[in-house]
């Protein structure tokens, strides 16, 4: 697959300058061990069903900018958070052990307090060099953040964590962290980034403490709803593109006009995630009889019964999967594609309510969230990453490096972020396709005029 380019599109039609043909030099120091700033328990936690699923056992990429603050003049920010990562894997030891596979692919950790790999980095860019408007994909991301050898995050000895520190030329800084989906999900992730950021920032102990609880989301049963699809659209092998997309508050207020009455109340998740779907699928061009399905990734702690305690950081996700024909998607109004989204969301909350959440997530057939023609987004709109403040302040940015990519037999993943009063949505499509996504985004969003009173 060739490389990505890199671009941004406003339906706003105002420019959101960027440069993402940025090169920068990076110097990266001696990768280290970094252990728990005092001895742990060395003992064995299993994970819930939720954490070992298949589709969760891999690295996932978060990236945190930071701009000069004057008042931490002369104070090195990789010496402080290195420091705050040291004790906050104190009470967050499993993070700093090792995973192993049990009978029947059950995972567990071992808590060897053997660390986190800690990497200290300095460029010649500035805050500035990214763009008045920070958002995926960022130029030279894989400069910025660490690679983890193994994706699948099931061997002996390969740590949890990889963490970068780059200084940039300006003062400020970027925190990365490529860490093992199984152990946390963002939600989770986001609690260990703010106990790291109060360590910093003189705590003594993380004012929410962390909770594993790993047994409380185990499954009775297994779940069969996320069946293969009977089309396939193969991963494209021509040039691929990614570029985001800014929904402002005002342009999704006037897809909102163009839905039905019983539709109005629809988050704006919905909405958006409603137009992506079927702009893309028209973009692609499958057959009008091939099957396509979209998954929305969402976290479930507010569903769950009896309430998780607040300081557990583990995976609590929750799958929405809607599923039509091409024909169906392409040829019907807007207000079809966002009904599927909010009806299959009602419906697995309702569902929520009936059944052991682990219940809705343990499926038996984990190959087939593979399958063509399916659209995988997680709504990171409200994930909190940016809170990490280890005395520079909350992040400019914090979320993914890169936005949306295309994995083998996947149509897309994509990850929703949010962006001043709005949604940025990255996609990532083959060249020729993505100009026609463009094409009837804009009809889409331009249909129904924007008021000049929003």
């Given at each position: 697959?060739?490389?990505?380019?890199y671009?941004?599109?406003e339906?706003s039609f105002?420019?959101?300058?960027?440069n993402?043909?940025?090169?920068l030099?990076?110097?990266?120091?001696?990768?280290?061990l970094?252990?728990?700033?005092?001895?742990?328990?060395h003992?064995f936690k299993?994970?819930s069903d939720?954490?070992?699923q298949?589709?969760?056992?891999?690295y996932?990429?978060?990236?945190?900018?930071?701009?000069?603050?004057p008042?931490?003049e002369?104070?090195?920010p990789?010496?402080?958070?290195?420091?705050?990562?040291?004790?906050a894997?104190?009470?967050y030891?499993?993070?700093?052990?090792?995973?192993?596979e049990?009978?029947?692919?059950?995972?567990?950790v071992?808590?060897?307090?053997?660390g986190?790999v800690?990497?200290?980095?300095d460029?010649d860019?500035?805050?500035?060099?990214?763009?008045?408007?920070l958002?995926?994909p960022?130029?030279n991301?894989?400069?910025?953040?660490?690679?983890?050898?193994?994706?699948r995050g099931?061997?002996?000895?390969i740590?949890?964590?990889?963490?970068?520190?780059?200084?940039?030329?300006?003062g400020?800084?970027?925190?990365?962290?490529?860490?093992n989906?199984?152990?946390?999900?963002g939600?989770?992730?986001?609690?260990?980034l703010?106990?790291?950021?109060?360590?910093?920032?003189g705590a003594?102990?993380p004012s929410?403490?962390?909770?594993w609880?790993?047994?409380?989301?185990t499954?009775?049963?297994l779940?069969h709803e996320y069946g293969?699809?009977t089309g396939?659209i193969?991963?494209?092998?021509?040039?691929?593109?990614e570029?985001s997309?800014?929904?402002?508050?005002?342009?999704?207020?006037a897809?909102?006009?163009s839905l039905?009455?019983?539709l109005?109340?629809?988050?704006?998740?919905?909405?958006?995630a409603?137009?992506?779907?079927?702009?893309?699928t028209?973009?692609?061009?499958?057959?009008?009889?091939?099957?396509?399905?979209?998954?929305?990734?969402?976290?479930?702690?507010?569903?769950i019964k009896?309430?998780?305690?607040?300081?557990?950081y583990?995976?609590v996700?929750?799958?929405?999967?809607a599923v039509t024909?091409?024909?169906?998607l392409s040829?019907?109004p807007?207000y079809?594609a966002?009904?599927?989204?909010r009806?299959?969301?009602?419906?697995?909350?309702?569902?929520?309510?009936l059944s052991?959440?682990?219940?809705?997530?343990?499926?038996?057939d984990?190959?087939s969230l593979?399958?063509g023609?399916?659209?995988?987004?997680?709504?990171?709109t409200h994930?909190?990453?940016?809170?990490?403040d280890?005395?520079w302040?909350t992040?400019?940015?914090g979320?993914v490096p890169?936005?949306?990519?295309?994995?083998?037999g996947?149509s897309?993943?994509?990850?929703?972020?949010?962006?001043?009063?709005?949604?940025v949505?990255p996609?990532?499509?083959?060249?020729?396709?993505?100009?026609?996504?463009?094409?009837?985004?804009q009809?889409?969003i331009?249909?129904t005029p924007i008021?000049?009173?929003?």
């Amino acid at each position: 697959m060739k490389p990505y380019k890199y671009a941004c599109y406003e339906f706003s039609f105002l420019s959101m300058e960027s440069n993402k043909r940025l090169t920068l030099s990076v110097t990266r120091k001696t990768p280290e061990l970094l252990c728990p700033a005092e001895s742990t328990p060395h003992e064995f936690k299993i994970l819930s069903d939720i954490d070992g699923q298949i589709f969760i056992r891999k690295y996932i990429k978060t990236i945190n900018f930071y701009k000069k603050n004057p008042f931490m003049e002369g104070k090195d920010p990789v010496k402080i958070i290195r420091e705050a990562i040291s004790k906050a894997l104190v009470f967050y030891y499993p993070l700093a052990g090792r995973l192993l596979e049990n009978t029947g692919r059950k995972l567990v950790v071992e808590c060897t307090g053997q660390g986190v790999v800690f990497v200290e980095a300095d460029t010649d860019a500035t805050l500035q060099h990214f763009g008045d408007a920070l958002y995926p994909p960022f130029p030279n991301s894989d400069e910025l953040t660490l690679d983890a050898p193994d994706n699948r995050g099931i061997i002996v000895d390969i740590p949890l964590m990889f963490i970068q520190v780059t200084r940039l030329k300006c003062g400020g800084f970027i925190f990365s962290n490529n860490f093992n989906h199984t152990m946390c999900d963002g939600v989770g992730l986001s609690k260990f980034l703010f106990a790291v950021g109060e360590l910093a920032r003189g705590a003594t102990f993380p004012s929410i403490r962390p909770v594993w609880d790993r047994h409380l989301l185990t499954s009775s049963i297994l779940h069969h709803e996320y069946g293969a699809g009977t089309g396939r659209i193969p991963a494209p092998t021509e040039q691929m593109v990614e570029r985001s997309f800014f929904f402002t508050s005002a342009e999704i207020s006037a897809l909102r006009r163009s839905l039905p009455p019983h539709l109005q109340r629809c988050s704006k998740f919905e909405i958006v995630a409603g137009c992506v779907w079927r702009c893309q699928t028209i973009a692609l061009s499958p057959k009008p009889y091939e099957e396509m399905k979209f998954i929305g990734v969402m976290d479930n702690r507010k569903n769950i019964k009896p309430p998780l305690l607040v300081g557990y950081y583990g995976n609590v996700l929750k799958l929405l999967v809607a599923v039509t024909t091409a024909g169906e998607l392409s040829n019907n109004p807007l207000y079809y594609a966002v009904e599927l989204v909010r009806s299959t969301k009602h419906e697995a909350e309702t569902a929520c309510e009936l059944s052991n959440s682990a219940d809705l997530m343990v499926i038996s057939d984990p190959l087939s969230l593979s399958v063509g023609n399916t659209y995988i987004v997680s709504n990171l709109t409200h994930l909190g990453l940016e809170r990490m403040d280890v005395g520079w302040g909350t992040a400019v940015y914090g979320g993914v490096p890169k936005g949306s990519y295309w994995p083998t037999g996947i149509s897309q993943v994509s990850w929703y972020l949010g962006f001043k009063d709005g949604i940025v949505v990255p996609v990532c499509l083959p060249l020729e396709s993505m100009k026609v996504f463009e094409k009837h985004l804009q009809a889409t969003i331009t249909a129904t005029p924007i008021s000049s009173s929003l």
